[in-house]
């Protein structure tokens, strides 16, 4: 792993009409660490992701990622979201087959054929779905699309993926399988995560580092470990031992 920040925030906020609902006047996330952001709901930390994956725009301050800030030109921000994707709390499949909604993205970045089907077939079996290749992704049930939604991100192989709660509505099985999946692409690809998770036994078992935001602001972030045994902050602390009470 290296020290270097893959994205760095400068004084940035989200309001909707008159009321602000994020703030983080500084931040840096690292290159090649999986990095937690846990904090209660409303805290703030959905509008983050979908900030940093440009699905919408901040109110102000700004956001660089290798060093860069976010490009205005819709071509260089092409370009840079192409190295991210994001899973979401509910998956969302495109209306064809689950082999198919594996396949668009590499497709989509014109990979050759052979390396398509290489990619798409070991994930297929890794989810346990080989057998429901050609099934339609609609008709698969709430567990198995969300490991489709999973694997469509993980087999792209990206250089940094967001995740909103994306094991939240499964069983301990399946969490299991796609905390084993993502540790893995982790570990083989380098691949920089941030993770939206309420489950904090789960950002203990994957996040190097931890980030705790409360009412719409970063109060915290350090190593996983810390935040967790010696937080610094009142509210950090009453957040991780069960005692806030919001």
Do not use: W
């Not at 952001?37 to 901040?58: C, D, F, Q, Y």
């Not at 054929?113 to 990619?119: G, L, P």
């Not at 993502?182 to 941030?194: M, S, Y």
Request: proline share 4%; with cysteine; charged share 25%.
């Amino acid at each position: 792993m290296t020290n270097s920040s893959i994205i760095r925030i400068s004084n940035l906020s989200k309001k909707y009409g008159s009321k602000e609902v994020l703030r983080v006047t500084e931040a840096a996330v690292r290159r090649g660490y999986i990095t937690g952001i846990i904090g209660p709901s409303g805290a703030g930390k959905s509008t983050l992701l979908r900030i940093l994956n440009m699905l919408e725009p901040p109110s102000k301050g700004e956001v660089f990622y290798y060093g860069r800030k976010v490009p205005a030109a819709k071509a260089d921000v092409l370009a840079l979201r192409r190295k991210m994707t994001m899973v979401f709390q509910k998956s969302v499949l495109l209306e064809m087959s689950v082999y198919d909604n594996l396949a668009y993205g590499l497709r989509a970045r014109k990979l050759p054929r052979a390396e398509i089907e290489k990619r798409v077939n070991t994930i297929l079996e890794t989810i346990g779905l080989s057998g429901q290749s050609k099934q339609r992704a609609n008709t698969l049930s709430g567990g198995e699309a969300q490991r489709l939604a999973f694997a469509r991100a993980v087999v792209l192989q990206p250089e940094i993926l967001f995740l909103d709660e994306p094991t939240a509505n499964l069983d301990p099985a399946n969490v299991e399988l796609l905390e084993r999946l993502l540790v893995q692409l982790n570990k083989d690809c380098g691949t920089t995560v941030l993770v939206v998770t309420h489950n904090l036994f789960q950002a203990q078992r994957l996040a190097h580092e931890t980030i705790f935001f409360y009412q719409g602001e970063l109060v915290e972030a350090g190593a996983t470990e810390q935040i967790f045994t010696a937080p610094r902050c009142q509210q950090t602390d009453a957040f991780v031992r069960g005692r806030m009470i919001y």
